[in-house]
């Protein structure tokens, strides 16, 4: 993982300070959350979990693009490689949810409704300039939600596979030789095809949804002339179904 403190979070061509905001639904995050959710992370995480605002950005990113809901218990836990923190009170864990679900509905209006515009919260180098992108742990976390939402092995169409590679690419310790046998000017133009290849996965898998399955009745249809199920030893037409 990159020294903390010699990166800081970047996003749209800029560092953030502590007066930045990003806001797409009209609801802003400013920085001083984002600092929180990364201490917490980093402070009540282990050594397989999500330890970074940036590497839980990727991971929304995914979580949000699958073909299938997943619960909140699920990807609750999975932040935390099941090993969810004890918070030292409950409003601290409320205020953790209430920033995490923040960060994921700004994944999903950004990827949804303005998929031209959208922006990956990366890391930067500790120069100021922000010349240097680190997107390791966000293409890490993108791996993981793929992983939890249960699309990653999926087949894909060759181009939509290739947008995966990518991000693989960058978030995959597989990936280490090629990318440090890229120039500059390679590093570069890569990275930059990061986020087009998230909205092209978030795009495929919308139009490729899961079927919603019905819901089938478990226990027997009772009649109108049966005995009331509450117990009140009347037909249920002159009981509960009133």
Not at 114 to 141: R, T
Request: aromatic share 10%; proline share 5%.
């Amino acid at each position: 993982m990159p020294d903390r403190l010699a990166v800081r979070l970047f996003r749209g061509g800029q560092l953030w300070d502590s007066s930045a905001l990003f806001s797409a639904r009209g609801v802003a995050m400013d920085n001083r959350g984002l600092e929180k959710l990364d201490q917490w992370l980093l402070k009540y995480g282990n050594d397989d979990s999500i330890l970074s605002a940036s590497e839980l950005d990727g991971y929304f990113a995914a979580i949000v693009s699958a073909p299938r809901q997943v619960a909140p218990a699920v990807w609750y836990a999975a932040i935390w490689a099941d090993q969810p923190p004890q918070w030292p009170s409950d409003k601290d864990g409320e205020r953790f949810m209430k920033l995490a679900v923040e960060l994921m509905s700004e994944a999903t209006y950004m990827l949804s409704e303005e998929p031209d515009d959208y922006e990956a919260i990366f890391l930067a180098d500790g120069n100021g300039k922000g010349e240097k992108l680190i997107v390791s742990e966000w293409c890490a976390g993108y791996l993981r939600g793929a992983a939890v939402a249960g699309w990653l092995e999926e087949p894909l169409p060759d181009s939509v596979a290739a947008a995966l590679a990518l991000i693989t690419l960058h978030g995959d310790e597989s990936g280490t030789e090629t990318l440090k046998a890229m120039s500059d000017a390679e590093y570069d133009a890569s990275t930059a095809m990061i986020e087009p290849a998230a909205v092209e996965l978030y795009e495929y898998w919308q139009q490729n949804l899961d079927p919603l399955l019905p819901v089938r009745r478990e226990e027997a249809k009772v009649g109108r002339n049966d005995p009331c199920t509450c117990g009140s030893g009347k037909k249920y037409k002159q009981c509960c179904m009133r």
